[in-house]
C-alpha cells in the first residue's frame, strides 16, 4: 500500500535557524508529489508540485526538492510567519481509474521570534 | 473569487441526529473530494467525485453518504451521527494538473 511518513512530527526553531523537513514515500510510479501548509483553523494551501528527482522549486524562504524515494523541504532563515503545519501528499491510483491524494500526517514548525 | 465554500463552518450535533455539509466551488474544477481530519491521523479521504454524476468511496466512507449536485456542488451527509464522527471536515476541488483547493473547514462535534 503506498505510503506517506513526514518527519519530524514538530520542530522548534528559533528565526533565522535554518532547517529542513522530510517527506518519505513508497509508491510505484510517482506521478508527482504535492506540498502544502496549512494554518490553525484553516484548510491546506498548495504549495508546490514535484515531478522527478531531481527537481527543486523555491518560494520565498521555501525550498522543495525530490529524490527517488523521499521529499525535502528547506527553510531558509524562517520567520515567525513560517509557522504552520506542512503536508507533502502522492497520488494514489484508484480502481476507478482515476487518483486521488494520499496525505502525510505533517510536519509542526514553530518559529520563535 | 470565493475558490471553495463549506457551510456551516461549525455545529454541534447529539448522537443519532443528521446533517449535511455543504460545499461549493467557482473555479469550474470536474473533481471534488471530502475529508476529515483528526489529531495524529491526519487527512483522510471519506469520498470523492472525479467529475459530476460520479462518485466514489475514499478510506473512510462508513457512516456518510455523498451527493454531487451539479459540478460546482458537493455535499456530505451523516444520517446518524455518531461521537467517532467528531472531527473536522474539509471539502476541496482539484485542477487538471491535480492541485487540490481546499475550504476553510467545519468543524463538527457530535455529544
Known amino acids: 500500500e503506498d505510503q506517506v511518513t513526514q518527519s519530524p512530527e514538530a520542530l522548534r526553531l528559533q528565526e533565522g535557524e535554518s532547517s529542513s523537513l522530510n517527506c518519505s514515500y513508497t509508491?510505484?510510479?510517482?506521478?508527482?508529489l504535492f506540498w502544502y501548509r496549512q494554518d490553525p483553523g484553516k484548510g491546506p494551501e498548495f504549495l508546490f508540485t514535484l515531478y522527478s528527482a531531481g527537481e527543486e522549486k523555491e518560494k520565498e524562504r521555501l525550498k522543495a526538492t525530490l529524490t527517488k524515494k523521499e521529499s525535502f523541504l528547506h527553510i531558509t532563515a524562517p520567520k515567525p510567519e513560517d509557522s504552520a503545519t506542512y503536508l507533502c501528499?502522492?497520488?494514489?491510483?484508484?480502481?476507478?481509474?482515476?487518483?486521488?491524494?494520499?496525505f502525510g500526517k505533517g510536519t509542526m514548525l514553530l518559529v520563535s521570534p | 473569487n470565493a475558490g471553495v465554500t463549506q457551510t456551516p463552518k461549525f455545529q454541534v450535533l447529539k448522537t443519532g441526529q443528521s446533517m449535511t455539509l455543504q460545499c461549493a466551488q467557482d473555479m469550474n474544477h470536474n473533481s471534488m473530494y471530502w475529508y476529515r481530519q483528526d489529531p495524529g491521523m491526519g487527512l483522510r479521504l471519506i469520498y470523492y467525485s472525479a467529475s459530476e454524476g460520479t462518485t466514489d468511496k475514499g478510506e473512510v466512507p462508513n457512516g456518510y453518504n455523498v451527493s454531487r449536485l451539479n459540478k460546482r456542488e458537493f455535499s456530505l451527509r451523516l444520517e446518524s451521527a455518531a461521537p467517532s464522527q467528531t472531527s473536522v471536515y474539509f471539502c476541496?476541488?482539484?485542477?487538471?494538473?491535480?492541485?487540490?483547493?481546499f475550504g476553510a473547514g467545519t468543524r463538527l462535534s457530535v455529544l
Open positions: 509508491v510505484s510510479g510517482l506521478r508527482g
Open positions: 501528499a502522492v497520488p494514489r491510483s484508484r480502481n476507478s481509474g482515476y487518483s486521488t491524494l494520499t
Open positions: 476541496a476541488s482539484s485542477d487538471l494538473l491535480n492541485i487540490q483547493y
